[in-house]
C-alpha cells in the first residue's frame, strides 16, 4: 500500500488511496508535470510476480490509453517504478453505477435508458478502434458528480484472463456472457450481453443469475432462462424489456449486431416505449428434441435483419453454429456441409446487390424530390411570398417562417402531456433526460436544453428534466482538498443557485495564504445549514495572496477544466469557450490567455478555450463554474428586490462580418441618468439566429446590445442594437 506523500515516475504525488479492487488499489495523485489531479492505479503484489500477465496488462492498458471519448474514463499513462506497476487515469469525482443501484434500489426507466446509451456510446467507441471490453459491469462504470456515465478499466479483464487467478470473481460472473463462461471466444457481442445484465439490474435492482458460488452462476448463464425483468418491475415498458431480451440471448447470433444497433432502439424506446419494434430472432426448442432447420431458416437465424457492415470472424462463427448442432454425427459429411454453407453465401451476395439496387432507386428518388422541392421554393418566393428581407444583425421578434427551420416552444412549467402536444405542433421530438430539484411543481418541466424561441431544424430532439419539487437541503461540508470548482458543481446538483465572488487569504505569517488560490474560503449559509432548491449561495473563493498587478500566468495547456480554473484562482474572471477537437480529449484545455509564464493583471479577464472531444459543442453552454455571478444575474436580483421584472427575449440574426468566433454581448442601459453596462455573453459561440432572454434593469423599457469577436485575442466591435424590454406578468 502506498502512502500519501509518496512520488511515482518522479511525476504523480500520491494524496490517498480512494478505492480498492480485485486486482488493484486506487489512489487519488497530484501529476506536477501536467499540475492537474488524477487517479492512479496500481497493481496488488500478487499480480506482480507473473510476467507474462505483465505483458499483457501493459499492451492492453496502452491500447485502451489510445481511446478518447466523453463516456470512458481516459487513460493517461503507464508504466512501472521500481516494481510498482501503474496505471493513471482521469480522475472521475463520483460513485460506481453498482453503488447508485445499492443507494436507489431500482432506476426510474429514464433514468436506466439515459445511463445505458451513455455507456453504449462509450463502448461503441471502443469496438471501433478494436478494444472490447470484457468485463462491463456496475462496478466498472462510474457516475460522476455532474451526471456524466463513464466506463472505465478496458483491456484490463483480457490481461487478467490469461493469469492463473481467473478474472471471472464473483463480481464479475454475474455479468459474464455464456461464451465467456464457457471460455470461449469473445467479442463485442459479450459485451452487449453485459450490458444487458447491467440494465436488467438498474430497472429490477437485482441481477437475474444468482447463486452460492461462481460455478453455479456460471451454469445458469448457460442453461438456464432469466426471470422477465417485468416480473419485478410491473410497469417496465415492452420495449425495453425485448432489448434486454435481445442483448441477453445465450446465442451470440441472435443479439444485436454491434452496438450502434442498441443505441438506436434504445432511443426509440424512450419515444415509444410500447412500440414493438425490436426484432427477435427466436428459435425455442422447448422440449429439448432435435430441431431440424432449414438452409433458409439458418441463415435468417444466423443474420440480423439489419444489413451486415462487417464480416463475423471465423471463432465467432463457430459459436453462433454450436447452438444448433448436435453432439452427434447427423449424417452430413464435410462435403455437404460446405455446399450448404456455400449456397447461403451466394444467397446473401443476392441479397445484398438487391438492397444496393433499391437503394440507389431510392436515392434517385430523393434527389429528384429534393430538385422539385428547390423549384417549388425558388417560385414561391420570386411571387413575393418570403419578400420580408433580414439584415444581418437584425434584432427581430422570433417567427416560425425560416425554410426548415422551427420555433422551440416553451415547456418550462408545463406537463408532459402539454409538452408533447407542443413539440408535435411544430415538428420536434421530445426526450426526457432525468429529474431535477427545482421551484416548478413536482412533476412538471423544470428545464430544457435548447432556450424557447430559439429556430432549429425540424425533428430536433428536445431534451428536458422533470422537476422533483423542491427539496429539504442541506449545505455540504467542504474541506481543503475540494476545489471550488468542484464545490460549486456540488452545490448546483443538489439544485441551489450560486454566485461565487472571490477575495485575497490572508498570509499564514509563513509566506503562504491560509486558504490556496482557486480553494473555498467561505460559503453562506455556512456549512450544514438548511436550505431548500432553487435557494442562492454565496460562494467565497480565495485568490490567494495579493501581488498586485503583476501576477506570473500559470500554464495549463492540457489540464482539465477543473485544474485551469483551480490554477487560474487569482483571476477575477474566467471565461471558458468549447471547442471540438478530435486530437485533445474532451474536458482538456486546447489554449488560453493570457500566455503562460508571461506577468499579467489577475483582475482582467483570463480566457481558456476547452476541448468538447469528437462532439460539436453546445451552442450557449451552461456558466462555467469559477466565473463571477452573471451580469443578467445581477439585474435579476435588482428587479426582484423591487418586485418586478423587464425582460427582452427578442432574436439577434447573424451579425455583419461575423466570421465563427467566440462572441462578447453587452447591455448598456441609461439608469437614473447613468450609464450601466452588463455582460450578458462572454467567450461563446452563438447559433443563429440567437434567441435573447435578457433581465433589465427594473423601469426601463430599452437598452442597447453591443455584440463583439474574439479576433487574435482581442475583442472587436461587430456592431450595436436598440433592444426594447417590457414588464413581465
Not at 442498441?262 to 432435435?290: C, E, R, Y
Not at 463475423?312 to 452427434?328: A, F, G, I, N, S
Not at 476541448?611 to 466565473?627: F, H, I, L, Y
Not at 433581465?695 to 461587430?718: I, R
Request: charged content about 25%; overall charge negative; proline content about 4%.
Amino acid at each position: 500500500m502506498l502512502k500519501a506523500g509518496m512520488i511515482i515516475a518522479e511525476r504523480y504525488e500520491v494524496l490517498g488511496k480512494i478505492g480498492t479492487g480485485g486486482m488493484a488499489d486506487v489512489y487519488k495523485a497530484k501529476d506536477h508535470k501536467l499540475n492537474r489531479f488524477v487517479a492512479v492505479k496500481v497493481l496488488k503484489p500478487e499480480f506482480r510476480e507473473d510476467k507474462t500477465f505483465i505483458r499483457k496488462f501493459r499492451s492492453e492498458a496502452q491500447a485502451a490509453a489510445g481511446l478518447t471519448h466523453p463516456n470512458i474514463v481516459n487513460v493517461f499513462d503507464v508504466g512501472d517504478d521500481e516494481g510498482v506497476y501503474y496505471i493513471v487515469m482521469e480522475l472521475i469525482e463520483g460513485i460506481t453505477l453498482k453503488e447508485y443501484i445499492a443507494k436507489k434500489g431500482k432506476l426510474s426507466i429514464k433514468e436506466a435508458t439515459s445511463i445505458a446509451i451513455q455507456v453504449s456510446m462509450g463502448l461503441e467507441a471502443a469496438h471501433n478502434h478494436g478494444i472490447v471490453h470484457r468485463d462491463v459491469k456496475p462496478q466498472n462504470i462510474i457516475i460522476s458528480t455532474d451526471g456524466k456515465v463513464k466506463v472505465t478499466d478496458f483491456g484490463i479483464a483480457r490481461a487478467a484472463s490469461s493469469n492463473t487467478i481467473s478474472s471471472n470473481v464473483m463480481g464479475s460472473v454475474h455479468y459474464s456472457s455464456p461464451e465467456q463462461v464457457r471460455g470461449g471466444y469473445s467479442d463485442e457481442k459479450s459485451d452487449i450481453y453485459s450490458l444487458g445484465i447491467t440494465l436488467y439490474e438498474m430497472v429490477t435492482g437485482r441481477v437475474p443469475f444468482d447463486g452460492d458460488t461462481t460455478v453455479a452462476i456460471a451454469i445458469k448463464h448457460l442453461q438456464e432462462e432469466m426471470a422477465p425483468p417485468s416480473v419485478y418491475t410491473e410497469n417496465l415498458p415492452y420495449s425495453l424489456e425485448q432489448i434486454i431480451f435481445k442483448c441477453t440471448q445465450k446465442s451470440v447470433g441472435r443479439r444485436y449486431e454491434k452496438m450502434e444497433d442498441v443505441i438506436a432502439d434504445l432511443k426509440h424506446s424512450l419515444i415509444d416505449p410500447q412500440g414493438d419494434f425490436v426484432k427477435l430472432n427466436d428459435v425455442v426448442d422447448t422440449d429439448a428434441k432435435t430441431v431440424v432447420i432449414s438452409d433458409e431458416e439458418l441463415g435468417e437465424i444466423k443474420h440480423t435483419q439489419k444489413n451486415r457492415t462487417v464480416q463475423r470472424k471465423p471463432e465467432v462463427e463457430m459459436l453462433e453454429d454450436e447452438e444448433y448442432e448436435t453432439d452427434y454425427d447427423d449424417g452430413d459429411d464435410d462435403r455437404e456441409y460446405e455446399r450448404r454453407r456455400a449456397a447461403e453465401k451466394e444467397k446473401r451476395k443476392k441479397k445484398k446487390r438487391r438492397t444496393t439496387s433499391r437503394a440507389v432507386t431510392i436515392v434517385a428518388l430523393l434527389a429528384g424530390a429534393a430538385v422539385l422541392a428547390g423549384g417549388v421554393f425558388l417560385i414561391v418566393k420570386n411571387t413575393g411570398v418570403f419578400s420580408k428581407t433580414e439584415e444581418p444583425g437584425q434584432i427581430q421578434q422570433a417567427d416560425n417562417k425560416d425554410e426548415g427551420m422551427v420555433v422551440v416552444p416553451d415547456l418550462v412549467g408545463k406537463t408532459e402531456e402539454e409538452a408533447k402536444a407542443l413539440v408535435e405542433a411544430v415538428n420536434l421530438g421530445k426526450q426526457m433526460i432525468g429529474e431535477e430539484a427545482s421551484d416548478q411543481e413536482k412533476g412538471r418541466i423544470s428545464s430544457q436544453d435548447i432556450p424557447a424561441g430559439t429556430k432549429v431544424e425540424a425533428y430536433t430532439t428536445l431534451k428536458y428534466s422533470i422537476s422533483k419539487g423542491q427539496e429539504d437541503l442541506t449545505i455540504p461540508e467542504y474541506d481543503e482538498t475540494v476545489t471550488a470548482y468542484a464545490y460549486q458543481k456540488s452545490l448546483e446538483d443538489m439544485g441551489l443557485t450560486v454566485i461565487v465572488q472571490k477575495e485575497y487569504s490572508e498570509d499564514d505569517g509563513t509566506g503562504y495564504p491560509v486558504v490556496e488560490p482557486g480553494y473555498v474560503m467561505a460559503v453562506s449559509p455556512e456549512a450544514g445549514s438548511a436550505a431548500k432548491s432553487g435557494d442562492t449561495v454565496t460562494l467565497t473563493v480565495s485568490r490567494g495572496l495579493d501581488w498586485g498587478d503583476g501576477a506570473e500566468v500559470p500554464d495549463v495547456v492540457g489540464a482539465t477544466e477543473e485544474d485551469a480554473v483551480t490554477s487560474f484562482g487569482k483571476w477575477t474572471e474566467i471565461n471558458i469557450t468549447k471547442q471540438q477537437s478530435a486530437d485533445v480529449p474532451a474536458g482538456q484545455v486546447i489554449s488560453q490567455s493570457p500566455e503562460a509564464g508571461t506577468a499579467a493583471d489577475p483582475d482582467e479577464p483570463a480566457s481558456l478555450v476547452v476541448s468538447s472531444g469528437n462532439q460539436p459543442p453546445e451552442a450557449e453552454p451552461a456558466a462555467d463554474p469559477g466565473t463571477q455571478a452573471s451580469a443578467d444575474t445581477a439585474a435579476q436580483q435588482k428587479a426582484a428586490a423591487n418586485g418586478e421584472v423587464w425582460k427582452c427575449t427578442q432574436s439577434l440574426n447573424t451579425p455583419q462580418n461575423y466570421k465563427g468566433g467566440a462572441l462578447r454581448l453587452e447591455l448598456i442601459q441609461e439608469v437614473n441618468g447613468e450609464s450601466e453596462a452588463f455582460t450578458v455573453v462572454d467567450g461563446k459561440t452563438l447559433t443563429f439566429p440567437y434567441k435573447l432572454d435578457i433581465t433589465g434593469s427594473p423601469g426601463v423599457s430599452e437598452g442597447t446590445l453591443s455584440v463583439s469577436e474574439m479576433v487574435n485575442g482581442e475583442y472587436q466591435q461587430l456592431g450595436t442594437y436598440p433592444l426594447t424590454f417590457e414588464k413581465a406578468e
